[in-house]
């Protein structure tokens, strides 16, 4: 009775496992085409991947120069709205109100400039007061933005949002970095005045010789290219590779960046009608010297004059609502995302038997042919190296581990030694 009833119970279990087994077949072959659906593989086969379009500035911290209150209450101005009308409380003026870092509703911190940007509740960083300038050899103001995204990426564009009722800047430089921050090359430049300003012409035309060149552009005083109180730089625009840029090594290299700085010289040129709204006395314009590129990236103006103009200016401020930056995680076609590795840091998942942070290397043993980028019509995945040379290369690490191991012991006990 005891037997047969075993029997029973094993003949359950047998026939359950394989009803399971069959019902599960469906999911397995799900799980095993999930699998197979790897971006960087076409059944099996190597093919070129690139991580998602993001906004590399979202939620990252910005390093700024200067923010209003936080030396202690301060006073900033902002323009009328259309209507005239500016809602303030502040005892100062109409236009006028305190900013105060140490108090959460008059706070305008750099962290405002890279969250969540929600039209109903626009959030805005927001520099210390100004000295305006007297005239247009007045030192510049220098206000700077620096965003680090600790990884190389592949930028697309550069966007600056200014506030409600603020003014949008007059001459800005845009910097990159791809080397984490060591050395600086310019991006683009904005300037009512890009000769002086600047030294370099207006709009000037990049052709195949000089695709590598910052421009220096006056659009965004005039509305052509920008929309409203915004300023959009495209990396690629106007640049005749950007068509066949998987071919083109020196657009590659030109919308790549670890870091991005946004240098503030100018919130009006002296001369300017906006103006108006803040200062009482007419200036005099003196053209002479502009600010130059030192290696650093830093501009510095090369003479000073002095003006007999005054100035009753208050609360010239800079003011950026959204900081945003487009493009993709650099992984040179030989990955589809990028994840923080077991260091911390954003690294590339590498495949295509590639290695390093940006996939930029063959796998060790994969050095059958050199390493490539990937493009549309050819992966250049690394492959394998003859059998042979790999365990001899295999063998060759492993003396060498050991011998370190050995190395490593006879320190050891040396060190035990001279201890006693
Ligand atoms: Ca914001």
């Not at 923010?67 to 236009?95: F, H, I, M, R, W």
């Not at 200014?162 to 007059?170: A, G, T």
């Not at 960046?257 to 005099?284: C, G, N, Y």
Request: with cysteine; glycine share 6%.
């Amino acid at each position: 009775m005891k037997v047969s009833w075993v029997f029973m119970m094993l003949l359950i279990v047998a026939v359950f496992t394989v009803r399971v087994s069959l019902a599960s077949d469906p999911y397995l072959k799900m799980f095993s085409s999930q699998a197979q659906s790897d971006p960087c593989y076409d059944d099996e086969k190597a093919r070129k991947c690139i991580p998602d379009f993001v906004n590399a500035a979202f939620g990252t911290p910005v390093q700024v120069s200067s923010t209003c209150g936080q030396k202690g209450p301060e006073k900033y101005c902002e323009l009328p709205d259309n209507d005239g009308a500016v809602d303030s409380n502040e005892s100062e003026g109409p236009l006028c109100h305190l900013c105060d870092d140490t108090n959460p509703k008059k706070r305008f911190p750099a962290s405002a400039l890279t969250d969540l940007n929600n039209p109903n509740n626009v959030t805005c960083w927001r520099s210390e007061p100004i000295v305006p300038p007297t005239n247009i050899n007045s030192p510049p103001d220098n206000v700077t933005l620096t965003l680090s995204f600790g990884k190389k990426y592949e930028l697309t564009y550069v966007n600056l949002l200014f506030c409600p009722r603020s003014i949008k800047p007059d001459s800005i430089a845009i910097y990159k970095s791809a080397d984490y921050g060591k050395s600086w090359q310019p991006f683009q430049f904005y300037s009512s005045q890009c000769r002086r300003v600047y030294g370099r012409p207006n709009r000037a035309t990049i052709g195949k010789a000089n695709e590598q060149e910052a421009r220096c552009t006056d659009s965004h005083r005039h509305g052509d290219g920008t929309q409203g109180t915004r300023i959009a730089f495209s990396t690629l625009e106007g640049r005749p590779s950007a068509h066949d840029f998987d071919s083109s090594p020196v657009l590659q290299d030109w919308v790549t960046a670890t870091d991005v700085r946004v240098i503030f010289h100018r919130l009006q040129m002296p001369q300017d009608s906006l103006e108006d709204h803040f200062l009482t006395s007419q200036q005099a314009f003196v053209p002479s010297s502009k600010y130059h590129d030192s290696l650093l990236g830093t501009n510095v103006i090369e003479t000073y004059t002095t003006s007999t103009a005054t100035t009753t200016a208050v609360g010239q401020h800079y003011a950026v609502s959204d900081f945003t930056v487009g493009g993709r995680c650099k992984c040179n076609g030989h990955a589809s995302r990028c994840i923080t590795g077991k260091d911390g840091l954003l690294t590339c998942e590498c495949k295509h038997n590639t290695a390093g942070r940006d996939c930029e290397r063959c796998e060790p043993f994969y050095f059958d042919r050199p390493w490539g980028r990937a493009t549309d019509h050819e992966a250049n995945e690394c492959k394998c190296q003859d059998r042979i040379e790999i365990e001899k290369g295999k063998m060759q690490l492993l003396l060498y581990v050991k011998w370190k191991e050995r190395l490593f012991k006879k320190k050891v006990k040396l060190d035990a030694k001279l201890s006693r």
